[in-house]
T-cell receptor, first 114, second 116 residues
Framework: DVKVTQSSRYLVKRTGEKVFLECVQDMDHENMFWYRQDPGLGLRLIYFSYDVKMKEKGDIPEGYSVSREKKERFSLILESASTNQTSMYLC?????????????FGPGTRLTVL | AQTVTQSQPEMSVQEAETVTLSCTYDTSESDYYLFWYKQPPSRQMILVIRQEAYKQQNATENRFSVNFQKAAKSFSLKISDSQLGDAAMYFCAYRRTGGGADGLTFGKGTHLIIQP
């Protein structure tokens, strides 16, 4: 079975803290993604990665960075958390290739920044 | 840039009836994918159905089917014989084809309520 896991379902942090959100997939997928989900806004792409140590900015990268040291793991980093980063964060992955398309999602991490 | 619009923030349907969720999109590409994802309350986002733009035939998956109108850039989801378990947020999404990694562009979602 396809599986994408995220390190925490719920997380509470203080303003200014450095926050790490971890995502692991066991499907040997090349591509991994981080989305942010807010009510009334849908999901928006923050960053994605198509290979180890490779990354590309998505639509809303400001305030975030990412790390991909191993193929199966993709981390989202909030260098200095702010209250406007309170949100649900979803990780996804899929295979590389000209006609591969379906992304598989993790359960999400609901982050609250106080 | 591509955009995806879901004009119905919320829909309600009686159990066992049929409901249609609307989605329109804007793109200059000729080949792409369209998706409907379902997100039940506090649960994982799962794929309901996908459509490849070059295929004229509408995709179907059991009680779920789409009406894909490429010229009109419309991609609606029909759920037949609605069940209580269908209650969820439904997101329409777009992705262009190609070998590189590409994120999905999502609509804002439609909250589907099933009335028993």
């Amino acid at each position: 079975d396809v599986k994408v896991t995220q390190s925490s379902r719920y997380l509470v942090k203080r303003t200014g803290e450095k926050v790490f959100l971890e995502c692991v997939q066991d499907m040997d997928h090349e591509n991994m993604f981080w989305y942010r989900q807010d009510p009334g806004l849908g999901l928006r792409l923050i960053y994605f990665s198509y290979d180890v140590k490779m990354k590309e900015k998505g639509d809303i990268p400001e305030g975030y960075s990412v790390s991909r040291e191993k193929k199966e793991r993709f981390s989202l980093i909030l260098e200095s958390a702010s209250t406007n980063q309170t949100s649900m964060y979803l990780c996804a992955s899929n295979l590389a290739g000209p006609r591969t398309d379906t992304q598989y999602f993790g359960p999400g991490t609901r982050l609250t920044v106080l | 840039a591509q955009t995806v619009t879901q004009s119905q923030p919320e829909m309600s349907v009686q159990e066992a009836e049929t409901v249609t969720l609307s989605c329109t999109y804007d793109t200059s590409e000729s080949d792409y994918y369209l998706f409907w994802y379902k997100q039940p309350p506090s649960r994982q986002m799962i794929l309901v159905i996908r459509q490849e733009a070059y295929k004229q035939q509408n995709a179907t998956e059991n009680r779920f089917s789409v009406n894909f109108q490429k010229a009109a850039k419309s991609f609606s989801l029909k759920i037949s014989d609605s069940q209580l378990g269908d209650a969820a947020m439904y997101f329409c999404a777009y992705r262009r084809t190609g070998g590189g990694a590409d994120g999905l562009t999502f609509g804002k979602g439609t909250h589907l309520i099933i009335q028993p």
